[in-house]
């Protein structure tokens, strides 16, 4: 069970670009300094570092996410901790992210209710039902006809609009840096 929890401790080490613990290596010897580099002219010019380019992404869910970050900042808020703020200003936060993100899917969806009518209501499902399209919760048993609790009407995309792009725009940019001068 130790080992497990080293392996997990250790990946997230990795991946948040933190150090390893030490007691990873406890019969690995001490290895010797490196010699310290020289540092850089400074009138040189420090090169840009550039990510190698991912394989190919779904472009239409880069776009999507490009938009609800360039319209409502939704990567800023969700990539943040919120543990130190408190509800009320996140609730405030929270409006103008919300307000953002609704102009996106008003001007690139068009969303419709799975099932009509209002939550809470009762209805039927018949045989032959789509099951990716309504999904049965609770006890399930026998065969459809089922009559149930709407929970929830669901969403259907009637229609899509995501901006055409050219291919000289890299779409795993979705969010560019921003750089006062």
Partial sequence: MRRLQLAILAFFRVLLGRPLPAELF???????????????????????VLAPLAPPLDDGALLLLALLQREGRLLDFLCESVEAYADADIGAAVRDIHRGCRKVLDEHFAL???????????????????PSSIRLVGQ?????????????????????RLPTT??????????PAEVEL
Avoid: K, Q, Y
């Fill in 26 to 48: 406890p019969a690995l010897p001490a290895l010797p300094a490196l010699p310290a580099l020289p540092a850089p002219a400074p009138s040189a010019p420090v090169p840009p």
């Fill in 112 to 130: 419709v209710p799975v099932l009509p009518g209002a939550e809470e209501s009762r209805v039927t499902i018949p045989p032959g039902f789509d």
């Fill in 166 to 175: 050219t291919g000289r725009l890299d779409l795993t940019v979705v969010a």
């Fill in 140 to 160: 399930v048993a026998g065969a459809p006809p089922f009559t149930g609790t709407l929970r929830h009407h669901g969403w259907r995309a009637s229609n899509v």
